[in-house]
């Protein structure tokens, strides 16, 4: 049962540029008793503590593709519930990402060995298949994703509360008609935008693009968020209006949304 609404915070904004402004990419959802992080980029574990979460309380994290700005404070997280002992997890911890994502693990286990591998009762992998339909039911929440053009191992995900209420989390990505229709009726997307128009890069949007997406799936409102330090240069609300004039809001660190 949800207890109370479903929260995001946004915990990183930012990407592997480093920045006292801007942390790498994650976002936090609290639904009932479960805690979501969705990509866990460096600086993840300060921006959790700030925002009043300890690591043990996180149920699941959701990656969305293994560069080091989504992944890079994994291994930290695993140590960090180590200490001092991992029954102080109440809830397993759910570890799930797209194709390839046993082997990344397995490989990451490889340099850090037993200093982040928790008990099997404690946590379980799980490697989601694109090409799958339907999606995963944890009770707290409803969990459906969507390859994105980005990576081949790139996923972006749909969380769907008991009451209804829908977030969707792009991951990095460059126009994606499967995105869009992921997002379709979303109350919420948090949606990548990298860098403005004029300086746009394959695999990734620009504000304009992702403005795009949000208007053809009709979200209720739309965060723009993994800004570069040279998206502080222009207007990026302005270049989104181009394209979508619902609710949109630009992603700080330490950001509260409510659903």
């Given at each position: 049962m949800n207890r109370g609404k479903t929260k995001v915070i946004i915990l990183g904004s930012g990407t592997c540029v480093p920045s006292l402004k801007r942390s790498s990419a994650a976002v936090l959802v609290t639904t009932g008793e479960s805690r979501i992080l969705l990509d866990i980029g460096a600086g993840t574990i300060r921006r959790l503590f700030e925002a009043g979460y300890p690591v043990v309380d996180i149920s699941h994290i959701l990656i969305t593709h293994f560069h080091p700005d989504h992944t890079g404070e994994l291994a930290s997280f695993l140590f960090s519930n180590k200490y001092p002992d991992a029954s102080l997890r109440r809830r397993p911890l759910t570890l799930l990402g797209g194709p390839g994502f046993k082997?990344?693990?397995?490989?990451?286990?490889?340099?850090?060995?037993?200093?982040?591998?928790?008990?099997?009762?404690?946590?379980?992998?799980?490697?989601?298949?694109?090409?799958?339909?339907?999606?995963?039911?944890?009770?707290?929440?409803?969990?459906?994703?969507?390859?994105?053009?980005?990576?081949?191992?790139?996923?972006?995900?749909?969380?769907r509360d008991t009451a209804g209420k829908t977030v969707v989390y792009s991951g990095d990505t460059d126009e994606s008609e499967a995105l869009k229709r992921l997002a379709k009726g979303a109350d919420l997307l948090i949606c990548e935008s990298a860098l403005p128009a004029a300086m746009k890069v394959p695999g990734h949007l620009s504000p304009s693009l992702a403005g795009g997406i949000a208007a053809g799936a009709r979200v209720g409102k739309l965060v723009l968020t993994h800004f570069y330090p040279e998206c502080d240069t222009v207007d990026m609300a302005a270049e989104c209006r181009c394209s979508y004039n619902g609710p949109l809001v630009l992603a700080e660190d330490l950001m509260e949304i409510e659903l």
């Open positions: 082997e990344f693990f397995r490989k990451l286990s490889d340099v850090y060995g037993g200093w982040i591998t928790l008990p099997p009762e404690k946590a379980r992998l799980v490697e989601a298949d694109p090409g799958e339909t339907g999606g995963m039911d944890f009770g707290d929440f409803f969990l459906s994703w969507s390859p994105v053009v980005h990576n081949p191992e790139s996923l972006a995900y749909r969380i």
